[in-house]
C-alpha cells in the first residue's frame, strides 16, 4: 500500500532563512507528487505538483525517484509563509496524504 | 463561481445525534470527496464519489453515510454521532482530468460532547 511519510510535525525557522520541508513516499507503480498549503483556519490548496515542475511563491519541489523523496524548498523564508503543507501522492485509489508539517517563521 | 462550498461551518453534537454535513461544487466536476483532519494525523479520507449515483468507501468510512445527490452535490451522515467523530470535515471536488487537483471547501468544524 502506499504511504506518504513527513517527518517533521512542526518546523520553526527565522525570516530569511532556508526552508525544507521533507516528503518521502513509499508506491510501488510510478507516482504523482504534490505538496498542498493551508494557511490559519483556511482551506488546502495545491500549492505544487511535480510534473509542472513550476515555482509558487517561491517554492520549488525535485521529485527523486531513487531517494522516494519531495522535498518543498524555499531559499529565503518569509512570515506569510507560516502555514500546514502536506505532501501528497496520487494514485488511481486518489490522493493519499501524509500528516503535514506545520511551518512557522519566525520575525 | 463559489468554487467548494460546505454547511454549516461549526457544529456542537450531543453523543447519539444525527447531522448532515452539506457540500456543493459549481465548478462541473464529476469527483467529490469527504475528509477528515485531525490533529497529528492529517487528511483521512472518509468516502469518495466518482461520478453521480456511485459512492466509495475510503480510509475511515465507519460511522459514516453519504450521498451524491446530483453532480453538485455531496453530503456526509453521521447517524449517531460520537465523540471520537469530533474533527474538521472537508469536502473536495476534483475534474475527471485531473482528479489529483482537488478543490478543497472551507471545512465544518465538528465537536461531539
Known amino acids: 500500500a502506499q504511504r506518504v511519510t513527513q517527518p517533521e510535525k512542526l518546523l520553526s525557522v527565522f525570516k530569511g532563512a532556508p526552508v525544507e520541508l521533507k516528503c518521502n513516499y513509499s508506491?510501488?507503480?510510478?507516482?504523482?507528487l504534490f505538496w498542498y498549503v493551508q494557511y490559519s483556519r483556511q482551506r488546502l490548496q495545491l500549492l505544487l505538483r511535480h510534473i509542472s515542475r513550476e515555482s509558487i511563491k517561491g517554492f520549488t519541489a525535485d521529485l527523486n525517484k531513487g531517494e522516494t523523496s519531495f522535498h518543498l524548498k524555499k531559499p529565503f523564508a518569509q512570515e506569510e509563509d507560516s502555514a500546514m503543507y502536506y505532501c501528497?501522492?496520487?494514485?488511481?485509489?486518489?490522493?493519499?496524504f501524509g500528516k503535514g508539517t506545520h511551518l512557522i517563521i519566525q520575525p | 463561481n463559489a468554487g467548494v462550498t460546505q454547511t454549516p461551518k461549526f457544529q456542537v453534537l450531543k453523543t447519539g445525534q444525527s447531522m448532515t454535513l452539506q457540500c456543493a461544487q459549481d465548478m462541473n466536476h464529476n469527483s467529490m470527496y469527504w475528509y477528515r483532519q485531525d490533529p497529528g494525523m492529517g487528511l483521512r479520507l472518509i468516502y469518495y464519489?466518482?461520478?453521480?449515483?456511485?459512492?466509495d468507501k475510503g480510509e475511515v468510512p465507519n460511522g459514516y453515510n453519504v450521498s451524491r445527490l446530483n453532480k453538485r452535490e455531496f453530503s456526509l451522515r453521521l447517524e449517531s454521532a460520537a465523540p471520537s467523530q469530533t474533527s474538521v470535515y472537508f469536502c473536495a471536488s476534483s475534474d475527471p482530468d485531473r482528479d489529483y487537483e482537488q478543490y478543497f471547501g472551507p471545512g465544518t468544524r465538528l465537536t461531539v460532547t
Open positions: 501528497a501522492l496520487g494514485t488511481p485509489d486518489g490522493l493519499t
Open positions: 464519489s466518482a461520478s453521480e449515483g456511485t459512492t
Open positions: 508506491y510501488s507503480g510510478s507516482p504523482e
